[in-house]
């Protein structure tokens, strides 16, 4: 194999490097389809180790003939996955969005492999080849451990004080009107943002729909304590994201990745006269490592949160004045 690949990297340095290139993110694309489309995993093998492999593999393959610096190593890596975050856009495969969601740990990783491969060059040489196959081969393997992976339901609470009674409150919370547009960053780039919330019948049994410009979350009520709590179950959800991207991408993350499982809203009378409103979403995501992209899903969700948390205390204070 060793000797294989010697001959298809030629000794001009320009060439071999641009060949290396090439090689390297063929390869990441094939385990990157396969993660994605055949084991239906984004996890730790698409994360982790295919950034990793960017940096490794392109920095061994231009090394194996005449070794490498580690400014190379750096060069070689970063331009690599560039390249293959290119592809990922031109090939429809992701859009800006997630790319950008993912870019820090993708620079960090790369930039790991970069000096692991450099590493592999300059210590065990001779055995180069037989590590980056080793490599290759451990990402599908990983993806498919992954499957077994049970996901944590997680939950994420946003609160807001508002001078009304718990009773005026309740009224704004069982549905509400079209919000203004948003002034946010995230939702005029994207990410799914509340337009209303309907409600169909009362107490429990009752199906509430809260629009978003994807869609509408279906929400049927289990828990109806006016004017304590209510709480619901979500039974269909619309898409989290509108991708950026040259094509009308439907990216598999966009389908039963990000799930939303249940959400209340808690009233709690305060002694001043005005009510504490809780809202709750409990969520889980298949995408690995959670620890990082739950940094991001708990973020846009106290976002979302807060702009229907807003929108209730402007119209119930609102509300409030007018009887005064």
């Given at each position: 194999m060793r000797q294989f690949i010697d001959n298809i990297l030629p000794d001009d340095d320009r060439k071999r490097k641009w060949i290396s290139i090439a090689v390297t993110v063929f390869i990441a694309g094939v385990l990157t389809y396969?993660?994605?489309?055949?084991?239906?995993q984004y996890g730790?093998?698409?994360?982790?180790?295919?950034?990793?492999?960017?940096?490794?593999?392109?920095?061994?393959?231009?090394?194996?003939?005449?070794?490498?610096?580690?400014k190379q190593a750096l060069q070689i890596g970063f331009l690599t996955l560039g390249i293959f975050t290119a592809s990922l856009l031109v090939f429809a495969i992701e859009g800006v969005i997630c790319l950008a969601m993912a870019a820090p740990f993708g620079l960090l990783l790369t930039l790991l492999g970069s000096f692991l491969g450099y590493a592999i060059i300059n210590k065990i040489g001779k055995n180069a080849v037989q590590m980056m196959l080793i490599f290759i081969a451990i990402i599908p393997l990983m993806a498919f451990a992954e499957k077994d992976i049970k996901p944590v339901l997680t939950p994420v609470v946003t609160s807001i004080e508002i001078n009304a009674p718990a009773q005026t409150v309740w009224k704004n919370v069982i549905e509400f009107s079209e919000l203004d547009k948003p002034t946010e960053f995230i939702f005029k780039i994207g990410i799914a943002y509340p337009i209303n919330a309907k409600i169909d019948g009362t107490g429990v049994g009752a199906i509430r729909h809260c629009n978003f410009t994807t869609g509408s979350f279906v929400e049927p009520i289990t828990v109806w304590d006016e004017p304590r709590l209510?709480?619901?179950?979500?039974?269909?959800?619309?898409?989290?994201m509108k991708e950026l991207s040259f094509w009308d991408i439907d990216a598999p993350h966009l389908h039963d990745y990000f799930v939303s499982k249940q959400?209340?809203?808690q009233l709690i009378p305060l002694a001043n006269g005005k009510t504490l409103l809780e809202g709750t979403t409990w969520y889980?995501?298949?995408i690995k490592p959670a620890f990082y992209w739950?940094?991001?899903?708990?973020?846009?969700?106290?976002?979302?949160?807060?702009?229907v948390l807003m929108h209730i205390k402007?119209?119930?204070?609102?509300?409030?004045?007018?009887?005064?």
């Open positions: 396969l993660s994605i489309y055949k084991l239906k730790i093998a698409l994360f982790i180790l295919i950034p990793l492999f960017l940096g490794a593999g392109s920095t061994i393959l231009y090394g194996l003939k005449k070794g490498i610096t580690k209510l709480k619901f179950d979500v039974i269909e959800q619309p898409a989290p959400g209340q809203f889980y995501h298949n739950q940094l991001w899903s708990n973020g846009i969700i106290h976002k979302i949160h807060q702009r402007t119209n119930a204070e609102n509300t409030k004045s007018k009887t005064i």
